[in-house]
Structure formats: structure tokens, C-alpha cells
């Protein structure tokens, strides 16, 4: 038999258990998983970073039934810094003067992948 889906909580008050009464240890703020219908219960069965036990129902308060509820309750009060945006120069291609006939020439492979040829420095002449 599959285990119910838990009530989740948030600890309005600390509450130091004792361990010995198996009994549930959290602070203030700490999101509790309850087992479901133990409503009416004078101490309930949940648990807290891995730790199983007993806990008073007074000390905590029910999240938001829905999780798309919850997720638009901490989008409103998110904040976000701002981004960075990165902006990359864009390189200008060198400008191929323009053929006699009026024509643009042909793109190259050089034009469509932004390779360029380095110039080669002169071969010495053996007599010179």
C-alpha cells in the first residue's frame, strides 16, 4: 500500500522534543511533512530534515494547498537582480571593391564563415 502524499506545515513557534517520547525537534520557520488526517489529534506524527516524531498541531500552520498557489505566492515576493547582458562587437567584414560589370562578386567560404587570410610576410629575394 502506497504511503499518502504528506501535509506540508511551517513551524510558527520552536519546538525542542524530547527524544526520548519520540518526540519531533524543529525551529521557528521549519517546513514540516505531517502524515495526513490527523486532524483532531492532540499531538501529530511528521517530519523535519530526515528526523521522525511527535509534535503539538498549535506550533505550526498549513502551506498553501496547491503548489501553482505557492509558486505564484513567491514569484510576487521574489526579487530578481537584474541581468547582465553581454554584448560582443559585431566584426565588420573588409569591403571587396566592386567588379567593372556593377555586379557584387560572388560570396566566398571566408565571407560565410568570417574567415580572413593573414597576410604572408614577403619571401627575401636570394639575391637581394
Known sequence: MATPNPVMFVAKHPFNGNVAQAQLSFPAGATIAARPGQEGNVWWWGSYRGAEGW??????????????????????TASFAPAQQQVRPQQQQPQRPMPAGGMSPQPTNADRFGVTQQPQPAASHPLG
Open 55 to 76: 509534535f503539538p498541531p498549535a506550533y505550526v500552520t498549513a502551506l498553501a494547498a496547491t503548489p501553482a498557489a505557492s509558486m505564484q505566492q513567491r514569484m510576487q
